[in-house]
């Protein structure tokens, strides 16, 4: 992988493990640094599969100290996704988060943060659509099968490509939430 090459060796090794080892074709969009010396990239942007679509999430780790936990920048239409903050049970959930036995030298730690984040985000989604209470939408969303269901990018894309309308519907009345939310 070029992308390796340009990442210092503790999080190109996170980044491979994480690419060979998902179970969904995650893809890197984009490699950059954040340092003035760009020796190192240090920062990248992931497409991670959910809904019949991607979502791009930007990892933001720090060169110069390699070993603390990578920040994760989600989109900006998710800035009310705070995946480690449960109301009530803030703390508890904190401790089982993948965050806090965080181990820079351990290449399976970025694919167990993504995972994890990922299942959050699917939790979160799933609680938006059900403060919408709208029976059609709710019946929709429990007739979609997992896209984990499907095997790899050849089905996604057939999909993707097969004209299911409640895609749009469900990101009009997304937006429509967001709005009256915030």
Request: hydrophobic fraction near 40%; charge should be negative; aromatic fraction near 14%.
């Amino acid at each position: 992988m070029a992308i390796e090459a340009t990442l210092p060796p503790l999080i190109a090794a996170q980044l491979n493990y994480l690419l060979t080892h998902f179970p969904l074709p995650v893809k890197v969009d984009q490699v950059w640094s954040g340092c003035r010396n760009p020796q190192f990239s240090d920062r990248f942007s992931l497409l991670i599969p959910f809904c019949l679509d991607y979502i791009k999430w930007d990892v933001i780790y720090n060169a110069q100290y390699p070993l603390t936990a990578p920040d994760i920048i989600f989109a900006e239409e998710d800035e009310m996704f705070h995946p480690f903050v449960i109301e009530g049970e803030a703390e508890a959930e904190i401790s089982k988060s993948s965050l806090c036995d965080w181990n820079c030298k351990d290449p399976t730690r970025l694919f167990s943060l993504i995972n994890e984040l990922r299942y959050l985000y699917m939790s979160y989604q799933k609680k938006r659509i059900g403060e919408l209470e709208d029976e059609r939408l709710t019946f929709e969303l429990s007739t979609i099968q997992p896209r984990e269901v499907l095997k790899h990018s050849e089905k996604f894309e057939s999909v993707n490509q097969s004209g299911y309308g409640a895609r749009w519907v469900l990101k009009a009345k997304l937006k429509k939430f967001a709005f009256e939310v915030g």
